[in-house]
């Protein structure tokens, strides 16, 4: 596959550059199914992203976004490709030496509820990041814990609370404090405001927004909903069944996207000026099985402008327009 970081890069070193990432799961087949098949969850997946950046990740469910997420923060071993982390090369670190890694890249979870210890207190929850990895003593660990639930919106009063206690939001709110205890450089959210009501989503996107600004975070921002992406990336990677199909800013991309896949994910995203007009694309059928998938282009199964060719042979992801990369026959 091109490497996309070549075509939407600045000239900073990257802080997160990942290069032709696969990740398979061996799955066995039924009884009679004979042989041993494997889920292609990842399938030579390219990004970058530079310090203070946000990367949307976005694609239906199954696609293998989470898997990526997971994958790049060495919590699955990548089948194929390089992870590299401000320029270090981390893919086939030892569990050992991940550990110093661990403190540059975080993860926030979707579910902030089964993300978060019911038995332990809300501080204790943040703090143990800290106690891990062997920072300070209990007195200073306590003092930083009371600083980031501060920062996060959250009450020092609250750090004796139990996870219950809190609002969904608040919980999230948790989960950003446990995420930033480390000062880490890059922050992987896994679909983090995807279970929360839009109005508390907003918040949260807001609150990691100035986060961003203040720490000079990168995010890897995982979602579903091209919507929701939109108010906090810089740049957009959609991927379908294990890959990505088209990469760009995200102005381009919302203003002249150029994969059919994306022109249907796009069709489900409200315009706020009606005088604009956007072309509509409505996808049928779910996405394919990822240990089957469909010959040639992955997307030719449902979509509207699918050739001959296409059922045969798989686009590359190419440059289409400066900074667009883009995988499709017809583009
Ligand atoms: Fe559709 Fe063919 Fe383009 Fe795939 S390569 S998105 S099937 S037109």
Redesign the pocket.
Known sequence: MADAAQATGGAEAPVLDVIDLKKHFPVKKGLFGGGNAKVHAVDGVSFHINQGETLGLVGESGCGKSTVGRTVLRLLNPTEGTIKLSGRDVTHLSKQDMRPVRREMQIIFQDPYSSLNPRMSAGDIVGEMLRVHGMGNGEERRTRVAELFERVGLRKAQMDSFPHEFSGGQRQRIGIARALALNPKVIIGDEPVSALDVSIQAQVINLLMDLQKEFNLSYLFIAHDLAVVEHISHRIAVMYLGRIVEYTDKKTLFTNPK???TEALLSAVPIPDPRLKRKKLVLEGDVPSPINPPSG?H??TR?P???ER?RVDS?VLREVAPGQMVA???R
Do not use: G, S
């Open positions: 994969h059919p896949y282009c997307f030719h979509c402008y699918a050739e296409c686009p499709c026959h017809l």
